[in-house]
Structures are given as C-alpha cells and as structure tokens.
C-alpha cells in the first residue's frame, strides 16, 4: 500500500480524496496556486505545496511542476481527483515515466476514450449500440453538409477531444449548420486545444443516465448500477439520482452488461463511468461517451450500495483486487445530489465569486454535504465555482427528496449568489417529483417558474390596488368626518375611487391596518 499520495486538484475533490487517504492510514499531499494559498485543501492536507500563479495553465495544469512536486514530496502516487488533468493520457503516462503509480485506468485506455471518435468506434466493435453519427472527425463543411442531409435534423455537433458541453451545438436546420460548425470548432480548440468535431444525430428529449464500472488489475469487471444525470444546464449536470426514477432491473442488466463490454475492449483498470442517452418511450438505450475518471456525482452511487469508490481506486491501483464482485452489489434505497455552484440562475447561471461571509451547512438522518468550502473563504475567479456536493438518502425516492427539500432549505451561503434557491424550487416542482426528467427539464422548468412568478406578481398588484382603494376611502371619511361636526359615520359605507368600488367596514379594516 502506498505511504504517501499526491492530490493533483483542489476544492471539494481534493477534500475527498484526502478522506479516503487518512481511512487508509495514507498521508495525503496537497498542490495550490498562489489563489489557493487558504483553501480548505490545503488547510487539511498533512503537506501543501505552491505549483505556480493563479492561472490553471500555470498551476494546476502543470505537469513537469506536479510530478517535480511529487518526487521532493516522495510521493508514491498521484491522484487527478475530476477536470484538469484526470483525463489526460499524456500526464498518465509522465506519472509512470516518474516512477509513480498514476491512480487510474491506463494511458492507452485513456487515450482511445478521450476521443469521442475512437471510443464509438471501440463501442461498436464491442457490439455496443451508439447513436447514429460519425466515427471521424469532420473534414470539411460539405462533408457536414451530406451527413446532415442523411441523418436528418436535428443533429448534434460535438468536440471529438472533450466534454461538459463544450464545442456542443445543436443544429435544427441547414441555414444554421456553417454558423454552428464554426463557432463549435473554436470553442474546442479553446476548451480542449483541439478543434476536431464530429456529426451525429439528435436523440430528442432522451434521458441521460450513467453506469459507474470498476475494474481491477486481475481481470474483475463489475458495474454499480445507474445513474440519472438528465438535469442539465448548458449540457452541464446539476442534480443526478441513483438509481435512475425508472428502477427497472432489465434497463440496469442490459446497460450495465453493454458498459462492461465497452470497459473490457479497451482493458480498461479503475473507476470508469459509461454514459448513455436513454429513451422513455421504447426503452432503447445508446452509447455516449466513457468518462475515464471518477464522476463529481459519484456520492449518490456510495450511499445507495455502501461501497467506497475512492478507497477502492487507492486500492485497485495498488494491485489490490476489488473488495466485491458483482453478486455483492446490492442498490438499497435512493439518494439524490445537487451540486451547489456559486452561480446565478436567473442570470444565466454566471458564475458569482467572492468571499462567503456566513455559511450554515445541512446535516439530520441522510444527509452528506462533500465541501470545499469554510466560512470566510473566497470563491475563485480563476476555477470552477462549486461549493459542495449535497446529497440526500432516502428509503424510497420520495422520502430522498424530503431530506434534500429539509437540507436545502437548512443551507445558507451569505455573500455570493448560489443556486440553493434554484433547487429549492425544482425540489417542490411537479414534474421533477413525479420524475419527468429528459435534457430540456430545466428550459421547461423556467417556463413554468416564470409564468408562476408573473401570476405572483399580478396577485401582488392586485393586493396592493385593494389596499390603496380601502386606505384611499378611509382618509377620504376621516377628512369627511373632520369637515362635519356632529358627523356620526356608517360603520358599512362604499367608496368609488379609481374607478373601483370598495366596501369599507371602517371600523375593523383601520383596527387591522394599524395592527398590520
């Protein structure tokens, strides 16, 4: 087993990572930027070191200062934790070059995965079904043109080199689809230094649902089961369950069996996560992509089967075999995470940096907040603004969501925007609770938020008219009676005033204005 482990990442993961390390009497080794110099992360590792200036490309994303780091360190293994580096075969292979155990599944493995060309081509030679597309990049705009023609709009265009909806456009029409590849290659070579997209056909309003597989370096492949990812923004998760709403145990065999078969094609070693869009109508199921690292949403899968995943990577990297096979796998209850970003939903979701001034987290029966985040600290410009991962178990899927409706409505961040707000009314929302979920969920969601807010409004309005019509008419009989001095007033009387008219018993509505 391993002495020491570098944590090549911060925030949240880091956090986590640190955890599983200290279960396993392993001292964790922390890396910051000059932005981090007070992070959480750092705050608990048992040794922190700087590897540059706030910019990832300087820091994080460093991979000579990482692995010099790690050997002053006298690490023995490095972990990427999720983002930055964790999918990147290159540093894969210059942490074994090292010396070090790089904790995760190979570079060559990585590699054919990192690419979502080669890995639906790896899916289809393992017998998997994908979405009718492309297996190359495009060469060209005709070339764009002919596909498009052949598969039919909508179609999809995607970065081959990466995810998180990056170099992603959807494409309803002809007129659009010059516009759409062009602004799609630029965003991939900016996010991912490689401008290469492919085609494929639009599988319209799927769900979009995940099997986390493990494998060890033994030959022991297993799956845990799915998840449902399908609230989305900007392609983006948001809240993600486990088990998926639908729970149907011939769903999870067949797609956890097509995930193995696509794990196995490429000898793949650790945690890995085989995504699939699902349909609701015909139950039919296609590959996406493979994830070859551990996912943000990993939590909701340890509360349901009790299995530790991040344990089990230090583990399966080691040589250990797995701890479990798949008969032992058991899905007990639900559990659902939000993941709180400092961003703001109703402007587009635009990140909100600053310094969190207050910060009350949840806890209760069921309840597990993955943080990287205390009270004073700043959130950065600089990196993805998520504060924590918040999940919520339940027996059933509905008492999941009244612990995570009880948690929401426990947590407060002062000083920066967040999306707890948001949640907080997706939770309570009718179609999230009777699991209408697909892709466009929260497009739909806004809709009917807007239109509750805008009739809110006008109720308010309206409240506010009746109001001034009354108070209008009470002055108007007080002036009255202050004009005749033997007046005795009606206790009932009827005012017409901005065009209303308005019973006034003035007695009672003066009493309750000056109590209110």
């Not at 001292?27 to 700087?50: G, T």
């Not at 002053?72 to 074994?96: K, W």
């Not at 590699?111 to 017998?127: C, L, N, Q, Y």
């Not at 999230?432 to 806004?446: M, Q, S, V």
Request: with cysteine.
């Amino acid at each position: 087993m391993f002495r020491k482990i570098l944590i090549a990442n911060r925030g949240e993961i880091a956090v986590r990572i640190m955890r599983a390390c200290r279960d396993l009497n392993i001292s964790p080794i922390a890396v910051f930027s000059e932005a981090d110099a007070a992070a959480l992360h750092v705050r608990m590792s048992n040794e922190a070191y700087c590897i540059g200036p706030a910019a990832a490309t300087e820091s994080y994303l460093n991979i000579k200062k990482i692995i010099e780091v790690a050997q002053q360190a006298s690490a023995d293994a490095i972990h990427p934790g999720y983002g930055f580096l964790a999918e990147n075969a290159d540093f894969a292979r210059a942490v074994t070059d090292a010396g070090l155990t790089f904790i995760g599944p190979t570079p060559e493995a990585m590699k054919v995965m990192g690419s979502k060309t080669s890995a639906r081509r790896a899916a289809i030679e393992a017998g998997a079904p994908v979405v009718p597309g492309m297996t190359e990049a495009l060469k060209s705009f005709e070339e764009a043109r002919e596909l498009a023609a052949k598969f039919g709009y909508p179609i999809m265009l995607k970065a081959a080199a990466g995810g998180g909806g990056k170099g992603m456009r959807q494409v309803a029409s002809e007129s659009e689809l010059r516009s759409s590849l062009e602004a799609a290659q630029s965003e991939a070579s900016a996010a991912f230094g490689n401008s290469e997209v492919y085609l494929e056909k639009v599988v319209e309003k799927p769900r979009h649902i995940e099997i986390q597989v493990f494998a060890d370096v033994h030959g022991n492949y297993v799956h845990l089961g799915e998840r449902e990812c399908s609230i989305q923004r900007r392609h983006q998760k948001v809240i993600e369950e486990c088990p998926s709403p639908i729970n149907d145990p011939d769903v999870r065999q067949r797609m956890g069996a097509a995930a193995i078969k696509i794990a196995k094609a490429v000898n793949y070693v650790g945690a890995g996560t085989v995504e699939f869009l699902f349909s609701d109508v015909t139950h039919d199921f296609y590959f996406l992509e493979m994830n070859t690292r551990l996912q943000v949403e990993h939590p909701v899968t340890e509360l349901v089967t009790g299995i530790d995943l991040v344990r089990e990577q230090i583990n399966v990297a080691a040589g250990v075999p797995l701890s479990f096979t798949q008969d032992d796998v058991r899905w007990n209850g639900h559990a659902i995470e939000c993941r709180v970003y400092a961003e703001d939903p109703d402007n587009g979701f635009l990140p909100s940096p600053g310094r969190i001034t207050f910060l009350r987290v949840p806890g209760g029966p069921g309840i597990r907040d993955d943080s990287g985040v205390s009270e004073r600290d700043e959130v950065s410009i600089h990196y993805d603004p998520m504060i924590s991962k918040l999940a919520a178990w339940g027996r059933t899927r509905s008492e999941a969501i009244d612990r995570m409706r009880r948690a929401l409505d426990e947590y407060a961040v002062g000083g920066i925007k967040t999306t707890l707000p948001f949640f907080r009314e997706i939770v309570r929302d009718e179609e999230f609770i009777e699991a209408k979920l697909d892709t466009g969920f929260i497009p739909r969601f806004n809709e009917r938020r807007a239109r509750t807010r805008s009739a809110n409004a006008s109720e308010l309005c309206d409240l506010r008219r009746d109001v001034a019509i009354i108070a209008g008419g009470l002055a108007y009989a007080d002036a009255q009676r202050a004009g005749e001095k033997n007046h005795r007033p009606s206790d009932q009387s009827k005012w017409k005033i901005a065009g209303r008219t308005a019973a006034v018993n003035q007695t009672r509505v003066k009493k309750n204005m000056q109590q209110t």
